[in-house]
């Protein structure tokens, strides 16, 4: 996890920066941009992910030893971080769980004692909390099908009945591709792309015209920014980073072999957990979320990919 301080609206800030994944690392990045002076101005903290509670204790008063060391009168929480991925079994998510709710009475602790304001971002999950609707046109319209989405949407709850935390956006974000990172887990599209390039067989969870819809790590990165950097506001609130016009995976398919120029050999994988569709309307996108050409990102994850080949 990173620390670092910023100055928000002329308030001081301490921002704390869980997550070095695709989100998290798309985040920082974004933040260095909008403040320069950031690249060689933040510590790196270990982050003790069990629940262990010795362990747990010791690393969040290292935490806050350091916070209180930057002398600031806000503290920024962005939680883009986690184990527990789409396909969890219960145990997973449940640890996760007990560790992030132990992690939020921490902060509300802390807040407290030291007279904090506090604001908490996190990084949701659309799929997982609508999984299996179409045109989803409500926040409340909720279908937990798997322990991942009961672990999100429990996450969201936690910080919903916080009486400490001035501020809490959570942002539900579909289905996320990057054009620029090229390494550790990827997902559909880096691995059409990848595949298309070598030649190799694609195994697809879902049918041909299963529904998703896809968002751009880098935009969604600017969207959380502009919110922590612009956006000041008290409460609870639930903002959707969706493109908000879903693919296909046919044709999903027919992009990637344009932007690659050869045809792709794909094996479908006919689960009936995978193959439902997740559909959102336009008019639940964040009006802070600018979604970006999904085919011209392609074109440019085929460009980083073959770089990284050659």
Same mark, same amino acid.
């Given at each position: 996890? /990173?620390?670092?301080?910023?100055?928000?609206?002329?308030?001081?800030?301490?921002?704390?920066?869980?997550? %070095?994944?695709?989100?998290?690392?798309?985040?920082?990045?974004?933040?260095?941009?909008?403040?320069?002076?950031?690249?060689?101005?933040?510590?790196?903290?270990?982050?003790?992910?069990?629940?262990?509670?010795?362990?747990?204790?010791?690393?969040?008063?290292? @935490?806050?030893?350091?916070?209180?060391a930057l002398e600031t009168d806000e503290l920024h929480i962005v939680w883009a971080?986690? +184990?527990?991925?789409?396909?969890? +079994?219960?145990?997973?998510a449940q640890a996760e769980l007990t560790h992030f709710t132990n992690a939020v009475k921490k902060i509300e602790k802390f807040s407290i004692e030291y007279k +904090?304001?506090?604001?908490?971002?996190?990084?949701?999950?659309?799929?997982? @909390?609508?999984?299996?609707?179409?045109?989803?046109?409500?926040p409340d319209k909720v279908s937990l099908k798997r322990p991942y989405g009961e672990l999100k949407y429990a996450q969201e709850n936690i910080l919903r009945q916080s009486k400490i935390l001035k501020s809490v956006v959570t942002f539900r974000i579909s289905s996320v591709y990057s054009h620029s990172n090229v390494s550790?887990?990827?997902?559909?599209?880096?691995?059409? @792309?990848?595949?298309?390039?070598?030649?190799?067989?694609?195994?697809?969870?879902?049918?041909? /015209?299963?529904?998703?819809?896809?968002?751009?790590?880098?935009? @969604?990165?600017?969207?959380?920014?502009?919110?922590?950097? +612009?956006? /000041?506001?008290?409460?609870?609130?639930?903002?959707?980073?969706?493109?908000?016009?879903?693919? %296909?995976?046919?044709?999903?398919?027919?992009?990637v072999e344009k932007a690659v120029g050869k045809k792709l050999y794909l094996q479908y994988s006919l689960l009936q957990s995978n193959a439902t569709d997740i559909t959102f309307t336009s008019e639940m996108q964040s009006k802070l979320f600018k979604p970006s050409s999904l085919y011209t990102n392609m074109k440019l994850l085929y460009q980083n990919l073959l770089k990284g080949n050659s």
């Amino acid at each position: 996890m /990173r620390v670092y301080n910023l100055n928000i609206e002329n308030c001081k800030a301490t921002v704390l920066h869980f997550g %070095s994944g695709l989100i998290g690392k798309a985040i920082w990045n974004y933040m260095v941009k909008l403040n320069p002076e950031l690249e060689n101005n933040y510590t790196v903290l270990e982050y003790y992910w069990g629940n262990e509670q010795n362990q747990f204790a010791e690393n969040w008063d290292k @935490i806050f030893d350091k916070i209180k060391a930057l002398e600031t009168d806000e503290l920024h929480i962005v939680w883009a971080a986690g +184990k527990a991925g789409f396909g969890a +079994k219960e145990e997973e998510a449940q640890a996760e769980l007990t560790h992030f709710t132990n992690a939020v009475k921490k902060i509300e602790k802390f807040s407290i004692e030291y007279k +904090k304001k506090s604001f908490f971002y996190l990084m949701s999950s659309a799929g997982g @909390i609508h999984e299996g609707l179409k045109l989803v046109n409500s926040p409340d319209k909720v279908s937990l099908k798997r322990p991942y989405g009961e672990l999100k949407y429990a996450q969201e709850n936690i910080l919903r009945q916080s009486k400490i935390l001035k501020s809490v956006v959570t942002f539900r974000i579909s289905s996320v591709y990057s054009h620029s990172n090229v390494s550790g887990r990827m997902g559909l599209i880096s691995v059409l @792309i990848k595949n298309g390039i070598n030649n190799s067989v694609s195994n697809i969870f879902g049918a041909e /015209r299963t529904l998703r819809d896809y968002v751009l790590d880098d935009d @969604i990165a600017k969207c959380v920014c502009l919110n922590l950097m +612009k956006n /000041r506001r008290t409460g609870f609130y639930i903002e959707y980073l969706i493109d908000g016009k879903p693919s %296909s995976l046919n044709e999903i398919k027919l992009m990637v072999e344009k932007a690659v120029g050869k045809k792709l050999y794909l094996q479908y994988s006919l689960l009936q957990s995978n193959a439902t569709d997740i559909t959102f309307t336009s008019e639940m996108q964040s009006k802070l979320f600018k979604p970006s050409s999904l085919y011209t990102n392609m074109k440019l994850l085929y460009q980083n990919l073959l770089k990284g080949n050659s």
